[in-house]
């Protein structure tokens, strides 16, 4: 992209006002004796633009957190999934899914945070356990009290909570006993040479391992082969996500 930052600054805030912002969704399935159920998705946010076409979050992301547009992203995004999660109500298939939300660490750390949250949500009455936050181990590693209180805000809420990109952050897991979280899920690097690295093998052993006597969830995601499928299965972990089960789409090819 070669427009100057506070041209795409521009553009990235009139894309939000105007509505250029698509929430796509990935299929998130778990493994119920020996059948496969959807159990939710997640938003994965995308940007139309008229000119450059699709932007990718990886590439605008970071602007938004640096601009003071991720609030207004956030908001959106919010907004727009739990919107969906109500046109879902009427499913009879879809009613139970649920949607997880990543959550950028500068707007878990904006005062507003957990106001917004609760504003939308009261305007919506939809069922919290339905949203779950995927908060990265950076941002919970930070473990000072007002991260420990606002996660706890978070469940007293009733939504329920991920870590993203497990095992990628610091080592430190002190704060997993002290975090009301629902679920770790296995970051995609660990998974990509899942069946050739015996190293990886070792790390998603002991992150599924981790998870079971925690009581957590544990999900791998970028799972893109049957191989790399089994592998887990035989590793004891149940939840997937995936390539191999399905990109991320808009709602209609759900
Ligand atoms: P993430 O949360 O770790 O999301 C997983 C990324 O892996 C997504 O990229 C997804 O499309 C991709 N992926 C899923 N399955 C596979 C697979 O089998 N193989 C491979 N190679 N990739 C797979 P995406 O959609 O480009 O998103 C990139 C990152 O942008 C996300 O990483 C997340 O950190 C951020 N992001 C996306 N949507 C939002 C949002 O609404 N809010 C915030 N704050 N961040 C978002
Ligand atoms: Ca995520
Ligand atoms: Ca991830």
New binding site residues.
Partial sequence: MIETKVLLIDRLHKAIKNNFMKLYY?PQIILVGNRLEFVGVE???RWHDIDYGMI???NF?PIAENSGLIGPL?EW?LHEAIRQLKRWESDEYKKKWRIS????YKQFEKENFLPMIESIMGKYNINPEKLRL?LTESLLIKNTKETLNKVHDLKALGLTLSI??FGTGDSSLSYLKQLPIDELKID?SFIRDLTSDQNDVIIVKTIISIGQKFGLDVIA????TEKQYEKLVLMGCNHF???LFGR?VEPLYL
């Fill in positions: 990935q938003a994965l946010i990718s979050p990886g992301i956030c995004v939300l990543n959550v950028s995927e993203d990109d995609q995601e970028g799972v893109e996500q995936g390539y991320p």
